[in-house]
């Protein structure tokens, strides 16, 4: 049974919500998380995302763009369910292959990744609440451009990250200079960004990291009564 994306939108703030305030006296001030050098692959696909499939010789009817359902999988012609999740497209490619070869002489086949939507992280700014799609690893400098951040608004000496500590089951709230790495080109400061990252771009008033934990209840309640909204804000691609 497929979900509605705006239960899917109140069920992650309503988790989100009771992780945060589960463990409130857990929750921990770091400084930036250390830069890491960009994969070169792109990410692994997951619900939601939408491929195309390009067979040929297609006499059966199996080329055409296919979505993953909730479980990450496909109904593809005479194979029946296709699951797909975490793979690669050219993991996707290799599988089809192996799937058709019985019923296809030599088939040459074809992968594209056309949308990618189970990749996202989460932005406030002081106006909005936006997501951006991931379909390759996004700097906070990035970021902070898609989501057309203002310096005389955004508190850019403290960008604030909000990242799910699975191993210690916390969340870690990060720290980032966006200032210095537009003043002094201290790219130290440009980390890369995980799949969930929650990133706040700060009023100028903003005082402390425990602010930060205010701002995400009500953030999160207005969500869930539907004052608020989340919007794209714009596909890394």
């Known amino acids: 049974m497929r979900v509605s994306k705006n239960k899917l939108i109140v069920l992650f703030f309503v988790s989100g919500l009771s992780l945060i305030f589960s463990c409130y006296r857990g929750l921990r001030y770091h400084p930036p998380p250390p830069p890491y050098i960009t994969p070169e692959t792109k990410y692994p696909v997951g619900p939601g995302d939408s491929i195309e499939v390009k067979i040929f010789p297609d006499e059966i009817g199996i ?56 990749h996202k992280i989460y932005v406030w700014t002081p106006e909005r609440v936006g997501i951006i799609f991931m379909q390759r690893p996004l700097s906070i400098l990035e970021a902070f451009i898609m989501a057309e951040g203002s310096p005389k608004d955004v508190k850019l000496s ?50 402390s990291a425990l602010e930060v934990l205010g701002i995400y ?17 714009g596909v890394a691609k």
């Open 63 to 118: 080329s055409g763009v296919y979505e993953l359902d909730d479980e990450g999988k496909i109904i593809m012609p005479l194979v029946g369910a296709v699951y797909l999740v975490g793979m690669t497209s050219i993991q996707i490619k290799e599988e089809i292959v192996k799937l058709y070869t019985q019923y296809i002489k030599n088939p040459y086949v074809s992968v594209y990744i056309r949308s990618m939507k189970s």
């Open 158 to 207: 403290n960008i604030y990250i909000i990242r799910w500590n699975e191993k210690e089951k916390k969340s870690d709230i990060y720290s980032v200079n966006i200032e210095k790495i537009i003043k002094e080109g201290d790219f130290t400061q440009n980390v890369y960004l995980s799949p969930g990252d929650i990133v706040f771009l700060p009023p100028t008033n903003l005082r």
């Open 217 to 233: 209840s009500r953030i999160g309640f207005s969500l869930i009564y539907g004052i608020g909204g989340l919007q794209v804000i």
